[in-house]
């Protein structure tokens, strides 16, 4: 009787369960973000809705699943790396400081098909090599007992299972420890906020809420705010991640600084982890793709190692020694072994927290872009698995004490999503939120204040470095201390952002910038000529820096969109008189290649300026530009080599 009044609760519990979900969807799908101020302006027929809306900004809500999205939405289902039990599992022994490695025999005996213990398990230890970079080689062979103790050394291994007699290999698998340290006698009595930096690359705003909704209905939990004004202030990952850990853009680095792309630079720029490391914390930095690493995807890397905790090495060792597997239409790698490249990632994050979040404060970022970069819709697979990594922090009681910040670098910049009407918004609005734990709140309530305000106001990469410098001296904020170097009048978001900002003083370029009111206006024989003059100047461009031999010459095929601001008065934004600011979306007959230009142009004299280096590149370009290094003179060439027949 018991079973069957335990069984018909289950069924009535999951019927709850699908009932809840489908209402959850229908109501995400049918309303607007009704936990925020979204502003609106009435206009005939309908109402237009704003994140951001003052004299200087009106940053405008999309609808994220508006009709045009549905035709060409398609969500993806999750793929497993495996369906096969752990061999070897791991847990941490709190009185020993140690993990240890678990055989689970049931496992042993369903994958030798015997219920003998006949088998041997051996790990070899990954060792990273003289550049912090690089993984070296693999550790002599060390036979596995059971429950055995992990030597504090070992910061990373890989293991090989097979029969006595090994004929049959049972598993191979990998794991990654964060070692415990101690905490430090002298630490300071202070409470201090941890600071974990979670982020996925390629995740818009909109893009959140269509693709991850469960993940976007659990960042309205208390604690989380999102700056629904954030404003990428660059192309690519990696000038967005910099100026966010600098303060700095690539281009002034290199002129107060050092050149980032020459050997050594890197260990050279004041990221901001090394004053957290300064002020006592522990800190750590961890990716999931090696190629398209931030700082080693057409750059030198670190020489030396830039955080307490690196990832690099352990990662090269991944993919160089376990099996590795693509999804279909991505470059990046999938599974590295038998997990997901996130799941390291997370793993690592998730000890991290775990060893010492508790006891001392810590610093770490945590960057994951396998599964998102090439395929937006892959975000769609991967909600249950990001979702169940959050709940973890929680259920570890690691937002006790952690300020988080969940985020990402860029919204799509190639691919179905460019085809949009709303390409322009869904490039350059990342999602950011931020999470404070509830000590921080009962403490400093009129930072939270602040914080609350600026969720509809603009900020940028700039403001998040501030608050970051910000937390450090959350007590004690001294007026020497240095801000942002390429946004002087940014601030941290924990002080209220001026209502009435303009992307000029956010440190956002117009070709950046959300808050200006383009419409498309029709095609005329000038849009066609203004196109003309950009793809001369991308051609004059690649003949400066003598490419001409190397990259073809490129020639309009056709002007897709053109686009004006309205206004006639700029506000702040200063322009030569008779010229006004256009968007051009055009392609060329060089192997299709597509562009999308922010323009400062007069129609009657033909006059245009622009910076060839804030074009963006729209779709996918592969290997078309594989015979240049450069990171920026890539998204303008098609390798003569590489010419397709039209």
């Not at 659990?218 to 850990?245: C, R, T």
């Amino acid at each position: 009787m018991a079973r069957l009044v335990s069984s018909k609760f289950k069924r009535l519990f999951l019927c709850f369960l699908v009932v809840s979900l489908i209402c959850l969807w229908s109501k995400i799908r049918s309303t607007p973000d009704d936990k925020y101020n979204i502003s609106f302006r009435q206009t005939p027929g309908k109402k237009k809705l704003f994140y951001v809306k003052s004299e200087k900004c009106e940053l405008p809500y999309v609808d994220p699943f508006n009709a045009e999205f549905m035709k060409i939405n398609n969500p993806k289902i999750f793929i497993p790396c495996t369906n096969e039990s752990d061999l070897i599992t791991v847990h941490y022994d709190n009185i020993f400081h140690q993990y240890v490695l678990h055989i689970n025999e049931e496992v042993l005996h369903k994958l030798s098909q015997s219920k003998s213990n006949d088998f041997a398990c051996f790990y070899q230890k990954i060792i990273y090599g003289q550049s912090a970079d690089r993984y070296d080689r693999k550790g002599n062979k060390t036979k596995l007992t059971q429950d055995y103790l992990v030597p504090l050394d070992v910061e990373g291994m890989l293991v090989d299972c097979r029969t006595a007699d090994e004929r049959l290999l049972l598993q191979q698998d990998a794991f990654m420890f964060i070692q415990y340290e101690g905490t430090p006698k002298n630490l300071s009595p202070d409470r201090k906020a941890s600071v974990i930096m979670y982020g996925i690359d390629t995740v818009s705003r909109t893009n959140l809420r269509r693709m991850m909704p469960m993940i976007y209905e659990y960042l309205k939990s208390p604690g989380w705010y999102e700056m629904m004004g954030y404003n990428k202030v660059a192309d690519n990952s990696f000038p967005n991640i910099f100026a966010m850990l600098t303060g700095y853009s690539p281009e002034t680095a290199e002129t107060q600084v050092c050149n980032t792309d020459r050997d050594g630079c890197l260990d050279k720029i004041p990221f901001i982890w090394k004053e957290y490391k300064k002020d006592g914390y522990l800190t750590a930095y961890a990716e999931d793709e090696e190629i398209s690493n931030t700082f080693n995807y057409m750059k030198p890397g670190f020489a030396v190692k830039p955080t307490d905790y690196y990832f690099r090495p352990f990662l090269t060792a991944l993919e160089k020694e376990t099996v590795v597997r693509y999804n279909a239409g991505s470059l990046m790698k999938y599974c590295l072994g038998r997990r997901l490249a996130n799941s390291y990632i997370f793993d690592y994050c998730r000890q991290f927290m775990q060893r010492f979040v508790a006891d001392r404060p810590i610093w770490g970022m945590f960057w994951s872009n396998h599964f998102s970069h090439d395929d937006f819709f892959m975000l769609s697979a991967m909600q249950h698995k990001i979702l169940n990594d959050l709940l973890n922090f929680e259920k570890d009681g690691a937002f006790e004490h952690t300020i988080m910040i969940f985020f990402s670098d860029h919204g799509a910049r190639f691919g179905p999503l460019m085809r949009l009407k709303e390409s322009f918004l869904e490039e350059r609005l990342p999602m950011m939120f931020i999470y404070l734990p509830p000590w921080f709140r009962a403490k400093y309530p009129q930072y939270v204040e602040a914080l609350s305000l600026n969720q509809n106001r603009l900020s940028s990469n700039f403001d998040i470095y501030n608050t970051l410098k910000h937390i450090l001296q959350i007590d004690n904020v001294v007026e020497e201390t240095n801000w942002s170097y390429d946004c002087p009048q940014c601030q941290s978001l924990f002080y209220p952002l001026p209502e009435n900002r303009s992307c000029s003083e956010a440190a956002i370029a117009e070709a950046y910038c959300t808050c200006h009111n383009y419409e498309e206006i029709k095609e005329e024989p000038w849009t066609w000529r203004m196109a003309d003059l950009v793809v001369d100047r991308i051609n004059n461009y690649l003949r400066f820096y003598n490419l001409q031999n190397q990259c073809s010459n490129l020639t309009l095929k056709v002007v897709n969109v053109t686009e004006q601001w309205m206004e006639e008065i700029d506000g702040d934004v200063k322009r030569p008189k008779g010229m006004r600011y256009y968007h051009t979306k055009f392609q060329v007959h060089q192997n299709m290649a597509e562009f999308f230009a922010t323009v400062l142009y007069n129609k009657e004299t033909e006059e245009l300026k622009i910076n060839v280096e804030l074009i963006s590149r729209i779709n996918m370009y592969g290997t078309d530009s594989e015979c240049i290094n450069n990171k920026i003179h890539k998204l303008y060439c098609v390798c003569l080599s590489k010419l397709r027949a039209p």
